[in-house]
């Protein structure tokens, strides 16, 4: 039996074979990425009305998203958070990768692992349990009275609370990106940056800034664009004119029933997203990231 | 001197890597710094460089004490072993880069990397990034690295050790060639007896965070100076036991059953434990005939291993013991099996008291 197949696999030529082994992820697509990214897509053109989804070919649906200013408004917003968020999580997790992978010595592994101990919880809770941090009466508070200081008043329910609780959840992310990078990175060229006349910062910024500048690029990106679609960090920490685009999107689908508009805005989404990504890869050159097998041997 | 080491120590820990080391080289030496994995010549190295501090100790370089200066204002360059290319750099950038250092001004930089592009045929290499290049190729951009900013000093760290053997006799003939052209001491540190003999005017050989000897390398090759020496560099037989006297009148090293006479024995006194070493290129051997050799060593040639330009002869004792002599092949005449009757001229036996050091 196997023997036959085995027989009908030689008589094929390159192309079929081509065909059948990439079968599994081409069907993997298709069905979870193709059919419903094009369903957004009709279902953005059309439009509807009490609840209910009518066939009515139209553009109305991006006129409002384009054009209404609450909309734009929370699009930018979204912006400017995802590249707050993600510029300081870059900032944090640099030091922190780094310690860990120099100092850590045979903890390394362990310590970043903790890093993940917060996700054994859900992102709900984790979120939740900030409000005990910001709120009025919130540990910060409690702490900063203990040591005689004025609390903070607005602190809980404002734009900060958002961009420091997308902080706290997208920190692992960035610092397990950038550990990555770090372990793979030859230190002793810091040596020969040194012995060829760089100080400790300037060989920093010559050999190990450059050569990690992918992993740094790819903890950015796995922040930043899922920073703009996040809706549940901004609903419990955000407050009233906290709203963000992806948690305005996420109201079309529930609470007022517009889910042509809400595709329509899934859409603008993806392609923002999507322009995002392609603006961060010209950011990266591959033959000066110190990979090997950019180029080819001849 | 123009590079002086007073005293140099280094510890890690309860670790000692360089135990009080003295060192002067001269302004137009080629020292290579001989010794195995883990005797600390790598770690002396680096104190050169300035990537490790000492403990104790002064470097001094050109008349100024650099022992506290960090390494990049120290004017040494180094060659690693593996090579250490900054891959994100071409060619040109990587030359490049000790210039930039120095804020160099861009006309003197191209000037300086023509240069070294020309001795080391660099120039078509220019714009390739280093993962693009052969081992070879590696090699002589990392060496145009460390002489394009014409450091005082250019220290070299087993630079041919990943290299094939073809290469590496050709790039040791290269690197002498610079060294003399650019007029600077070369510290070279290798574990390769060959190397460091091919290319060194002196050699320092390291064990255990000592230097055993400092000497020219002629001297260091043909007069050992400790047992370690005799062991290390060159290929000796070795003949260790209870010094005894002999009917002669002279003394003998009891090795196995067989008397070992010595020529000059010095201060050693019967009964104490000697070693005496002989270069199996000064180990003689000849057919057996028959004839009485009453100051020669009976034995069976074993195998005969083909070097090329000589061979080396593995004889067994009746003991059961081997000795090896190497020669000519084609001027010996014997094959395995054969009797052979092994001999030296006992004046070049180098002998050394004391027990056996590893």
Known sequence: MTGALFRRWLKLDANHRFLLLTAPVVMFLLAFFVVPLLSILIVSLWRTESYQLIIDWNLDNYAAVLTEPSYRTFMLRSLTSALIVSVVCVALAWPIAYFVIRYGGRYKLLLVLGLAVPFLTGIVLRVIALQGVLGPIGLLNLGLMQLGLQPVQSLMFTKTATVVGLIYLFLPFVTTAIYLSLLNFDFKLLDAAKVFGAGNIRAFWEVTWPLNWVGTVIGFALTFVPCLAESVTPRFLGGADGTLYGMAMGSQFSATGTWALGAAMGVVLFVVAGLTLFAISRLVDIKRSGFTGAGSRD | ?358
Not at chain 2, 42 to 48: A, E, F, K, N, V
Not at chain 2, 179 to 205: C, K, W
Not at chain 2, 247 to 253: E, F, L, Q, S, V
């Open chain 2, 1 to 358: 001197m123009y590079l002086e080491l007073t005293n140099l120590k280094k510890t890690f820990g309860s670790f000692t890597a360089v135990a009080n080391v003295n060192l002067s080289i001269d302004k137009t030496e080629f020292v290579s710094l001989l010794g195995p994995s883990g005797s600390g010549k790598s770690t002396l190295l680096r104190l050169i460089a300035g990537l490790e501090q000492p403990t104790e100790g002064r470097i001094i370089v050109d008349g100024k004490d650099v022992t506290r200066l960090p390494p990049y204002q120290r004017g040494i360059a180094m060659v690693f072993q593996d090579f250490l290319l900054f891959p994100h750099m071409t060619v040109r950038e990587n030359l490049a880069f000790p210039l930039r250092m120095l804020k160099m001004p861009a006309a003197e930089q191209a000037e300086r990397i023509d240069w070294v592009s020309r001795i080391l045929s660099l120039t078509e290499l220019q714009q390739r990034y280093p993962n693009q290049l052969s081992g070879g190729q590696q090699q002589r951009v990392a060496l145009g690295r460390g002489l394009v900013s014409r450091p005082k000093v250019l220290l070299l760290d087993e630079p041919l050790a990943n290299l094939d053997r073809e290469l590496r006799r050709d790039m040791e003939i290269e690197i002498r060639r610079y060294q003399i052209e650019l007029g600077i001491p070369f510290i070279y540190v290798t574990h390769n007896q060959e190397e460091a003999l091919s290319m060194s005017d002196r050699i320092a050989v390291v064990n255990k965070g000592g230097i055993e000897d400092f000497a020219d390398k002629s001297t260091i090759y043909s007069q050992p100076k400790t047992s370690f020496i005799a062991q290390f560099v060159g290929r000796s037989n070795m003949f260790a036991g209870p010094v005894v006297s002999i009917p002669t009148g002279a003394r003998a090293i009891a090795w196995q059953d067989l008397l070992i006479p010595l020529h000059a024995t010095g201060k050693l006194a019967d009964h104490t434990i000697a070693s005496a070493y002989i270069k199996i290129e000064d180990t003689l051997i000849e057919r057996d005939d028959g004839t009485p050799a009453p100051d020669k060593i009976r034995g069976r040639l074993r195998d005969v291993i083909f070097r090329g330009q000589y061979a080396e002869y593995l004889v067994r004792m009746p003991n059961g013991a081997e000795i090896v002599a190497s020669g000519i092949d084609s001027a010996t005449r014997v094959s395995p099996g054969d009797n052979v009757l092994i001999s030296w001229d006992p004046q070049k036996l180098d002998l050394f008291p004391g027990e056996v050091r590893q």
